[in-house]
């Protein structure tokens, strides 16, 4: 799992400045084939070093892919259809993350742990689709090397992107910490759930989430961007006081929902707004930088909550999450103001 989200905190950025120098389509489908290639290739892999070694190949491949995605669509598309965009895009991760770990273990039960990598060079056949019909919309020039990096480095050194970074990696941290981490040990060994019942719980998330990003188009519009970051992360403290102070599913099952929800408007409210910040010769750098933020806070979330669950126990580590998420709503507000996003 490290192996393949390492790779993106240090390419994501290098990723996302060439597709701000050269194009979207040259830097996304050199990143789709090698995503494709290494993960196919572990259907092959001899033994684990060689696997994690493709993975982390596969992680290089994949540190370009989230954020061009979200790049293509504020090329193309301008307020508030950015934003419906956007919200659909994230939805359409959340589903695949809810459903293809299933369609994994389907594959592996009937044909053994390689199968699922038979997956992966579907990637190959999307890399041929955005080299045929992906269109690059005209962007300014760029110049020199030298002039492209203080223009990212203006931007990145301004207050909102400060903040907005700051709320990608401590969101991304909480969501991998609390439910995908401490959730599956809390579910079995706090309160007993059987393993049927906590695949049907760790779902939960995920449809809750795919809700209500589905609908950021009609979110946006309505209650601006401050309000749905203040809602999200004020979300994410509620779900994760209430399953930290759960004693069975009555009290479980909501929380679960709202941290559910609270991930749907938050994860596409922060992508809209990094994305609308800055020049358009600078988004790909912006939106990489977005991505290397995220990717520490995978890689750093689970390895945190493990070592306060392995000190205090679930219920502590929950608190402390959702301690973290409060002091994120105070200041979530900050980040974007009436006048300051562009479209």
């Given at each position: ?8 905190i ?17 830097v996304?489908v ?5 995503f ?15 696997l994690?070694?493709?993975r982390?190949f596969q ?7 989230i954020n ?14 950015r934003?419906r965009?956007?919200g659909?895009n994230a939805?359409?991760?959340t589903?695949g993350?809810?459903l293809?770990p299933t369609?994994?273990?389907?594959l592996?039960g009937m044909?053994g ?6 997956v992966?060079p ?6 041929a689709?955005v ?9 300014p ?6 002039g492209?990096l203080?223009?990212?480095?203006e931007?990145?050194?301004s207050?909102?992107m ?12 909480l969501i ?17 759930i ?7 719980l ?10 209500v990003?589905?609908n950021?188009g009609?979110?946006v519009p309505?209650?601006?961007?401050a ?7 004020a ?15 009555g ?6 929902l709202?941290a559910g929800m ?6 596409p409210?922060i ?15 912006l939106?990489a930088s ?12 689970p390895l945190?909550?493990g070592?306060?669950?392995g000190a ?8 402390v ?12 507000g900050l980040?974007?103001r009436p006048?300051?996003?562009?479209t």
């Amino acid at each position: 799992m490290a192996a393949a989200t390492l790779p993106g905190i240090f390419l994501a950025p290098i990723i996302g400045l060439l597709a701000d120098r050269y194009g979207r389509r040259r830097v996304l489908v050199p990143c789709l084939v090698v995503f494709g290639v290494a993960g196919g290739a572990g259907l092959v892999a001899p033994n684990l070093a060689w696997l994690v070694t493709l993975r982390f190949f596969q992680g290089a491949g994949s540190a370009g892919l989230i954020n061009l995605a979200v790049v293509v669509i504020g090329d193309h598309w301008t307020a508030p259809d950015r934003s419906r965009m956007i919200g659909y895009n994230a939805g359409v991760l959340t589903a695949g993350l809810a459903l293809l770990p299933t369609l994994g273990g389907v594959l592996t039960g009937m044909f053994g742990w390689r199968a699922p990598f038979a997956v992966y060079p579907v990637a190959l056949v999307v890399a041929a689709a955005v080299h045929l019909g992906l269109t690059e919309v005209p962007r300014p020039h760029v110049g020199s090397v030298p002039g492209q990096l203080r223009g990212i480095w203006e931007a990145l050194r301004s207050r909102r992107m400060a903040l907005l970074l700051g709320l990608s990696f401590l969101s991304f941290a909480l969501i991998f910490a609390m439910l995908l981490t401490v959730l599956p040990v809390h579910l079995d060994r706090g309160l007993g759930i059987p393993a049927e019942r906590r695949g049907i719980l760790l779902g939960l998330p995920a449809l809750a989430t795919f809700a209500v990003s589905v609908n950021l188009g009609r979110l946006v519009p309505r209650l601006g961007r401050a309000r749905l970051l203040g809602l999200g992360t004020a979300g994410f403290a509620v779900g994760y006081l209430g399953l930290g102070l759960s004693a069975g599913l009555g009290t479980l099952v909501p929380a679960v929902l709202v941290a559910g929800m609270a991930e749907g408007a938050l994860i596409p409210t922060i992508q809209d707004a990094v994305v609308s910040t800055g020049r358009t010769e600078e988004r790909g750098s912006l939106m990489a930088s977005f991505v290397a933020a995220a990717r520490a806070g995978q890689t750093i979330g689970p390895l945190t909550a493990g070592a306060l669950m392995g000190a205090y126990g679930t219920r502590t580590a929950f608190l402390v999450g959702a301690a973290v998420a409060g002091v994120m709503a105070g200041t979530a507000g900050l980040i974007v103001r009436p006048g300051r996003v562009r479209t």
